[in-house]
């Protein structure tokens, strides 16, 4: 019996051992299909084929994933609109030599490769194979030969991988695109596809369904003009076009870095790169980044520059003027655009052309591309032609050649920041001499003050040089006291004070702030007290003075100065300076008239002075402050203690984030840290913050995610308000929007004064935010894109922290926790 026992043992590891290895083989043939619960694998081992269920679906796929990455990230999608919808499902080759997809119990394919064999190749069909490559294409051929008969990266799904082409083939009828999925449960056609347009000058467009959405623009011999990211530091780009023929293709220069590229069902064109320490997808760059991507934002003959922060970013073209004035200026009516100005004609004596720097040229669709034309011949060409209104360079390498011309309205122009093209307007007369005079006054200007300057300089010079030298010994004395309050504290070899930075002298603040007097004080914190001043030439200010008792000592103080003085936003607040005298520590900010927002939000007689159309500029404006701390300034830095007391107020209620004592800086390429020093708020911290001390990005997308909740709700986060019947804020949001009651969150306050979609889509954002993963919350860029656009948004997953306040306080004290609470200013 013994002896039967072990033989059967032995029989069944036998054939365990060759069904895998049968099924680790890297090709499909006519007499080797593979069923579900089998794989194919390529011969590096990279890539797998099989077949798979996405996230919470019941549904059966055929795809194609990293075969040895822990998180099954799936790159290509066979049958996509037709999922099987159990485990029976085989796929073969056919006698016809097609690959097909089919249940074991029906011949009917679900799926097929769909391929028409020449005439020459019927009889040989017997020798198909499909085999999985190294780089993610499943190829079907004839065995031992190079003739490829049909292949998936001619049909992509959502993902563009290194190798494989964006492009058409009009010859041959052939389009090779990317078409989102409908959700993260269902690899379906989704909404968003991106190709190349045939009409005019190739672009790379993505289109929601039929409406342009976002304009890569034309490939100008170098890179995609309007794709700032898609530069040849990482990977080199080729791109080929000749008649009725293009192609994008990209490759590797090193080719250990796993990259992938995704047009995804949020309407993010979005490339990620493999991070094998902390086992991860890390975003590398995603368009659109801004309103202004977003396609034709200010209309016909307009320019949308995302750097100007005022008029909602639109200006019109030299010679247009707005053509519905009433609503230029209104982000939400999507303007008509611009028109010529009235009276003006640009066919007549003496008109000519003004360069437009930096831009994103427009619409390509209607240009005319000309060839081996220098810019002054583009220029008289353009000039023959009344219809002309613009041109540029067409390949700006190798000095630049060619010239692309518009006629008509000039559609979807853009202000880049770097690589943009120059653009050359056609004005008339009138307007051409306004603008050299115009320039011609600024450069005298520049003259004369340039002569004015020198001459000051040359008096104040020796006063200055006088001055600076008493001032050195005792600017010496607080900057070598600075330097070594800064050593040893956490972050500390990232300090470094700018040379610039004004220092007060105690004697000036004490008599801007009445020697600190009661009077002028605004508030006080866990730092101390914060009071108001007015300097000798009547400006206001707030200065914040560390207590000697504070337990948030002088590292905290070192971290603020240290971190505001590289930073400037219009949504954070401004340092002016500091003072730094024996024990004295203080920050001199500018004054902000309405302190706090805690101050308006959380008080029951404030609360009816916040509008909805006021709470959502704050709410905007806060996730763009977010945004530059985390993405756009020249550091990567995580607040760490972003709360409704951290948000000032100025004059015309714009939020300016505060207090970055507790705020730390990243490395480029770094994506989380981890602290055994827990600092921040109860009720704002994210939880892997609050239990295991790791922070990123993500723990201040938390933080933002409350704070929108408790905008919306007028209630803090923390505090058991009267009809919630959940301890804390997220929990009673979570439980009214599984109710389909979210509305029901609306701060009463608001007396039904709201657009309900509007609001609708700030709770669902909110509760993205504060998802309970980390990975699951989307980033700040992100955000702000769902915030400023019309876009299908993600269900949420159950939030962190809906247990009761003992049990989060059990939770919390695993770690040291220090709470800061600063006081409105």
Known sequence: MLHNNLLLNSLILLLLTFSFCSCSTDTISTDKPIRDGELIVSKSKTFALGFFTPGKSTSRYVGIWYNNLPNQTVVWVANRDTPINDTSGILSIDPSGNLVLHHNRSTIPIWSSNVSFPQSLTNHTSAVIAQLSDIANLVLKLNNTETVLWESFDHPTDTWLPYQTLGFDRKNNQSWFLQSWKTDDDPGKGSYTLNFSTVGLPQLFMYNHDLSWWRGGHWNGELIVGQPYMKRDMYNISFVEHDNYVALTYNMFDTSVILRI???????????????????????????????????????????????????????????????????????????????????????????????????????????????????????????????????????????????????????????????????????????????????????????????????????????????????????????????????????????????????????????????????????????????????????????????????????????????????????????????????????????????????????????????????????????????????????????????????????????????????????????????????????????????????????????????????????????????????????????????KALDTIDPALNQSYPPDIVLKCIQIGLLCVQEKAMNRPSMLEVVFMLCNETPLCQPQKPAFLFNRSQELQELSINELTETTVSAR
């Open 262 to 740: 995704v047009l995804q069902q949020s309407g993010f064109f979005q490339a990620f790169t493999w991070d094998s320490h902390e086992s991860q997808w890390n975003p590398y760059w995603s368009e659109p980044t801004d309103h202004c991507d977003n396609y034709g934002t200010c209309g016909s003959n307009s320019n949308c520059d995302p750097s100007n922060l005022e008029n909602f970013k639109c200006t019109c073209l030299l010679g247009f003027e707005p053509k519905y004035p009433r609503d230029w200026y209104d982000s939400r009516v999507g303007s008509g655009g611009c028109v010529r100005k009235k009276g003006v004609s640009v066919c007549r004596n003496g008109e000519g052309f003004v360069k437009v720097v930096s831009l994103k040229v427009p619409d390509t669709s209607v240009a005319v591309a000309k060839g081996g034309l220098s810019l002054e011949e583009c220029e008289k060409e353009c000039l023959r032609n009344c219809s002309c209104t613009a041109y540029a360079v067409a390949d700006v390498t190798n000095g630049g050649s060619g010239c692309l011309a518009w006629y008509g309205d000039l559609m979807d122009i853009q202000k880049l920041s770097n690589q943009g093209q120059d653009l050359f307007l056609r004005v008339d007369a009138v307007e051409l001499a306004n603008y050299y005079k115009k320039s011609k006054g600024i450069l005298n200007k520049k003259k004369l003050a340039a002569i004015l300057v020198a001459s000051i300089v040359a008096i104040v010079l020796l006063l200055s040089c006088v001055y600076c030298w008493r001032k050195k010994k005792g600017k010496g004395k607080m900057m070598q006291q600075l330097s070594q309050d800064s050593s040893g504290e956490e972050n500390g070899a990232q300090i470094n004070i700018h040379p610039n930075l004004p220092l007060f002298d105690f004697k000036t603040i004490m008599t801007a702030t009445k020697n600190c007097g009661h009077e002028n004080k605004l508030g006080q914190g866990g730092f101390g007290s914060v009071y108001k001043g007015c300097l000798v030439n009547g400006q206001e200010i707030a200065v914040k003075r560390l207590s000697k008792t504070s337990g948030q000592g002088k590292g905290e103080f070192i971290n603020e100065v240290t971190l505001l003085v590289k930073l400037q936003h219009r949504n954070l607040v401004r340092l002016l300076g500091c003072c730094f005298e024996k024990e004295e520590r203080m920050l001199v900010y500018e004054y902000l008239p309405n302190k706090s927002l805690d101050f308006f939000i959380f008080d029951q007689n404030q609360r009816s002075s916040l509008g909805w159309s006021k709470r959502f500029e704050i709410i905007c404006g806060i996730a763009r402050g977010v945004l530059y701390l985390h993405q756009d300034s020249r550091l990567k830095i995580i607040h760490r203690d972003l709360k409704a007391s951290n948000v000032l107020l100025d004059g015309a209620m714009n939020p300016k984030i505060s207090d970055f004592g507790m705020a730390r800086i990243f490395g480029e390429d770094e994506i989380q840290a981890k602290t055994k020093r827990v600092v921040g708020t109860y009720g704002y911290m994210a939880p892997e913050y609050a239990m295991e001390g790791r922070y990123s990005t993500k723990s201040d997308v938390f933080s933002y995610g409350i704070l929108l909740l408790e905008i919306i709700a007028g209630q803090r986060n923390t505090r058991n308000e009267t009809g919630r019947a959940s301890p804390n804020l997220i929990g009673h949001v979570w439980t009214l929007w599984t109710e389909g």
